[in-house]
């Protein structure tokens, strides 16, 4: 067990001091102990090259990010390289290299298996394994250590945990959504009383997790005021005459285009109500048409022709008066995360950009004044 | 921890329950900062159970 005379001349235990004449034993490059974050890749690199640890970890990411290799040299390090004051291999470490070892080539073979050099399809599954080993570490509160094996395992744990809650997210937004609000809110307030009694009894520790899991994405429904009822995808409407328009349109989430260029307005006020959960709703408007609109955006924007406002919580108004013998649509949004969309033309996408052009301002212009006035002057094209 | 997490977890479920029902509107202005609160108390509250390492 202790020293024998076979041992290496590299001390078999921690000398006191901290890294002392490093000339009298050849360096070796092993993972650090006790400079690490995950398993103590670039604590090692550090200490090796005599380098700053963070500088090296800065490196590391920026590989990762560059195709994975710096995933893949991280996850090669940790397979192949030693830790510091490791024991010898014994039975169980060969047991988990071996593993680590298989996972690897496995991984590889999925990644050439999927085309390229298989580091863009091998750069998701490393990174599905950083984020569990991250939510196992922040779960457990205990660093990754021991053999890669174990490493795995964790990773594998914290996937999983992070794949379940996130199921809880979708299915609490999508409750919350459809107006089950309260029922989410009641469990919350449920895990919270349990957690409650277990600091006295013990036990339901894990309620945390899933809890914030369903209590945030309602906290989200809830304040942008996305309402998903009324269905999803992509809904696109175009009446051909006045009363084929409703009074009102509503998308729980997705695209929905309600498309009037067909219709002939008669003079006066038309009110339409246009309501969107969370996605884009396109109106698109007669050329001899005025707008005025009223909008409230949970999160995200309105844009009506070269008008537009963004943001959160945002009470949009912009009711402009019509001369006498026009039209005027009155819209009235209702949006919770998305965009509203007003537009004389399917083609004017960049309407707010284009104002930094040079073009025409009064092709765009929509005070209802101009443009009448440019009707009356009969520079029309028809 | 537990204790922290749960009255934490009980007063934010209450705010969701009244905005739920419409009894009272948090805009999303005010909600994230609660939210964010909410979630860095039980953060908190975890961290200092754990103890320094």
């Known amino acids: 067990m202790n020293s024998t005379p076979d041992n290496p001349p590299s001390s078999p235990t921690p000398d006191p001091l901290p890294d002392p004449a490093p000339a009298a034993a050849?360096?070796?490059?092993?993972?650090?102990?006790?400079?690490?974050?995950?398993?103590?890749?670039?604590?090692?690199?550090?200490?090796?090259?005599?380098?700053?640890?963070?500088?090296?970890?800065?490196?590391?990411?920026?590989?990762?990010?560059?195709?994975?290799?710096?995933?893949?040299?991280?996850a090669a390090a940790l397979i192949l390289v030693p830790a510091d004051g490791e024991v010898p291999p014994g039975p169980h470490d060969a047991r988990d290299r071996a593993l680590a070892v298989g996972v690897a080539i496995v991984l590889t073979i999925i990644g050439f298996a999927s085309g390229g050099f298989g580091l863009g399809a091998l750069f998701p599954l490393a990174l599905m394994a950083v984020a569990g080993l991250a939510v196992w570490w922040f779960a457990t509160g205990e660093r990754?250590?021991?053999?890669?094996?174990?490493?795995?395992?964790?990773?594998?744990?914290?996937?999983?945990?992070?794949?379940?809650?996130?199921?809880?997210?979708i299915g609490s937004f999508l409750t919350s959504g459809l107006g089950g609000g309260v029922v989410v809110a009641a469990l919350v307030i449920a895990a919270g009383a349990a957690l409650v009694a277990a600091a006295f009894v013990g036990g339901a520790r894990w309620l945390v997790l899933p809890a914030i899991a369903i209590a945030l994405p309602l906290a989200f429904v809830s304040a942008t005021g996305v309402?998903?009822?009324?269905?999803?995808?992509?809904?696109?409407v175009r009446p051909g005459t006045l009363a084929e328009v409703k009074r009102s349109?509503?998308?729980?989430?997705?695209?929905?285009?309600?498309?009037?260029?067909?219709?002939?307005?008669?003079?006066?006020?038309?009110r339409l109500k246009v309501g969107i959960g969370a996605g884009h709703?396109?109106?698109?408007?007669?050329?001899?048409?005025?707008?005025?609109?009223?909008?409230?955006?949970?999160?995200?924007?309105?844009?009506?022709?070269?008008?537009?406002?963004?943001?959160?919580?945002?009470?949009?108004?912009?009711?402009?008066?019509?001369?006498?013998?026009?039209?005027?649509?009155?819209?009235?949004?209702?949006?919770?995360?998305?965009?509203?969309?007003?537009?004389?033309?399917?083609?004017?996408?960049?309407?707010?950009?284009?104002?930094?052009?040079?073009?025409?301002?009064?092709?765009?212009?929509?005070s209802c004044a101009t443009r009448v006035a440019s009707r009356g002057s009969g520079a029309s094209n028809g | 921890m537990s204790l922290t997490a749960g009255v934490v977890l009980v007063v934010f479920g209450i705010v969701l329950l009244l905005d739920s029902t419409d009894t009272l509107h948090v805009g999303i202005g005010a909600m994230?900062?609660?939210?964010?609160?909410?979630?860095?108390?039980?953060?908190?509250?975890?961290?200092?159970?754990?103890?320094?390492?």
């Open chain 1, 227 to 236: 309402d998903l009822d009324g269905g999803f995808g992509e809904r696109h």
């Open chain 2, 32 to 53: 994230a900062p609660i939210a964010f609160a909410a979630v860095g108390a039980i953060l908190l509250a975890s961290g200092l159970s754990r103890g320094p390492r």
């Open chain 1, 281 to 366: 709703a396109l109106v698109l408007v007669p050329q001899d048409v005025c707008v005025a609109s009223t909008a409230k955006v949970g999160m995200g924007g309105v844009v009506v022709f070269e008008r537009d406002g963004g943001g959160v919580d945002v009470d949009w108004s912009d009711l402009r008066r019509a001369p006498a013998g026009t039209a005027r649509l009155v819209i009235d949004g209702d949006v919770g995360l998305g965009l509203l969309d007003v537009r004389h033309n399917d083609a004017d996408h960049d309407v707010p950009r284009r104002r930094f052009e040079s073009f025409d301002a009064n092709e765009l212009n929509d």
């Open chain 1, 26 to 74: 050849p360096r070796r490059f092993e993972r650090s102990s006790g400079d690490r974050l995950i398993g103590g890749v670039c604590g090692g690199l550090a200490r090796y090259f005599g380098l700053d640890t963070t500088l090296v970890r800065i490196g590391m990411v920026a590989l990762a990010a560059l195709g994975g290799t710096g995933l893949i040299v991280y």
């Open chain 1, 144 to 169: 990754p250590s021991g053999g890669p094996g174990e490493i795995v395992r964790r990773a594998a744990q914290g996937l999983g945990l992070l794949v379940g809650c996130s199921a809880l997210a």
């Open chain 1, 249 to 270: 349109y509503k998308l729980g989430a997705g695209e929905l285009v309600i498309d009037l260029r067909d219709v002939k307005l008669p003079a006066g006020d038309r």
